[in-house]
């Protein structure tokens, strides 16, 4: 990707409540999406990755993310959240070398903080 | 399994002082890379490695060096500091290039130039 714009810096919710954390990429090609946690004081984990196929890719701790083409999103979605999930969310995108990309080009967003409120 | 180790965890510069930030992985990944993370900004990439003897610049790799002798080790060091490298520094690495099977991060490095 030659961007990825997350679109909110901080998401409140209350438990239990369901989220969606936006994000958004920029590419003329082909695209892998991921979606990494940070917790606080650590480093980034893993949670899912789109690297082609199915548009809907479920993750680790009950999170899913759809990849919509036409609109350029890969936005990540919980039905229900705990206070455990509250940590720091990164979107990042990469254009497969075989696309012109580089095998360092992976593209992070800035940032979504979740809060989960009891 | 230690994944990725960072040493140290803390550490205060003075201006013009020189230092190494050290990256360990023991999953005998070839895919190595050094990132920086301010505050808001995300995560910006500053070198990377696609095996041992093979380096090359990422987005901000301007005051920094890195070598990779062997799998296993990255270094990154930083020769004259500047208040503008403080910063946490989080080192990677994953099996497949652009972390198609996601990367493994070391817990970083946080670093303040005074």
């Known amino acids: 990707a030659q961007s990825v714009t997350q679109l909110d810096s901080q998401v409140p919710v209350f438990e239990e409540a369901p989220v969606e954390l936006r994000c958004n990429y920029s590419?003329?090609?082909?695209?892998?999406l991921f979606w990494y946690v940070q917790y606080p004081n650590q480093g980034l984990q893993l949670l899912l990755k789109?690297?082609?196929?199915?548009?809907l890719v479920k993750g680790i701790n009950g999170f899913e993310a759809e990849f919509n083409k036409s609109q350029t999103s890969f936005h990540l979605r919980k039905p229900s959240v705990h206070i455990s999930d509250t940590a720091e969310y990164f979107c990042?995108?990469?254009?497969?070398?075989?696309?012109?990309?580089?095998?360092?080009?992976?593209?992070f967003g800035k940032g979504t903080k979740l809060s989960v409120k009891p | 399994n230690a994944g990725v180790t960072q040493t140290p965890k803390f550490r205060i510069l003075k201006i013009g002082q020189s230092m190494t930030l050290q990256c360990a992985q023991d999953?005998?990944?070839?895919?190595m890379y050094w990132y920086r993370q301010d505050p808001g900004m995300g995560l910006k990439l500053i070198y990377y490695?696609?095996?041992?003897?093979?380096?090359d610049k990422g987005e901000v790799p301007n005051g920094y060096n890195v070598s990779r002798s062997t799998t296993e080790d990255f270094p990154l060091r930083l020769e004259l500091a500047a208040p503008s490298q403080t910063s946490v520094y989080f080192c990677?690495?994953?099996?497949?290039?652009?972390?198609?099977?996601?990367?493994?991060f070391g817990s970083g490095t946080r670093l303040t130039v005074v």
């Open positions: 999953m005998n990944h070839n895919y």
């Open positions: 490695s696609v095996g041992a003897g093979i380096t």
């Open positions: 789109y690297l082609s196929g199915s548009t």
């Open positions: 590419s003329s090609v082909s695209v892998y």
């Open positions: 990042a995108g990469a254009v497969p070398v075989n696309y012109g990309g580089s095998q360092g080009n992976l593209i």
């Open positions: 990677a690495s994953s099996p497949l290039g652009q972390g198609r099977d996601g990367y493994t």
